[in-house]
């Protein structure tokens, strides 16, 4: 196996071991719930094709479902934003150009467009999982403010993974 192979193997065992250790069991008033592991599915090469991509995305939401006993959320948001990356990294990342970005990061892009990439689709995933969570159009004010806080702070930890582990030469 390559070296990026290594690299994806590692990063998905390090989020995962964060996610599932820690971060499953920090509440922050009820609103808040960190999802870094999320981070895999968004820094995969940007040449990984349609198929393999929701199938890696749904594999990686049905862990976190599994290890933390959630009735499917996770694997749901995990896929549909697995379909919204393709269009956000097409937009967003290589701004229509064809180029294949190994690691979609902090500094193989420029930093306003991988924060913007990271915020739009951790709020499809949070909008979506807090929808199914809630189920019901009552607590629709409760779904955006959680959506809200929860993108924010799970942005911020993704940019702080992102100056701690990556270094410049890796993406």
Known sequence: MNKTVWRI???FVL?????????????????VMPMLYLLFVLMLPTSIK???????????????????GALGFHALACTVVAMMRIWFADRILTRGENVV????????????????YVMLLYAVFYLVFYSLEVFSFRGLGGVLLATVCSTIVSTILV???????LKKEET
């Open 159 to 165: 940019v702080l993974y992102q100056l701690i582990f």
């Open 9 to 11: 193997i590692g990063r």
């Open 15 to 31: 989020l995962m071991l964060v996610q599932l250790l820690v971060l499953n069991n920090v509440y922050l008033g009820g609103y």
């Open 50 to 68: 349609r198929i393999p991509l929701l199938l890696v995305a749904f594999g990686t939401g049905l862990i976190v479902d599994i290890m933390s």
């Open 101 to 116: 970005i190994e690691t979609p990061g902090i500094y193989s892009v420029t930093p306003q467009y991988f924060i913007s």
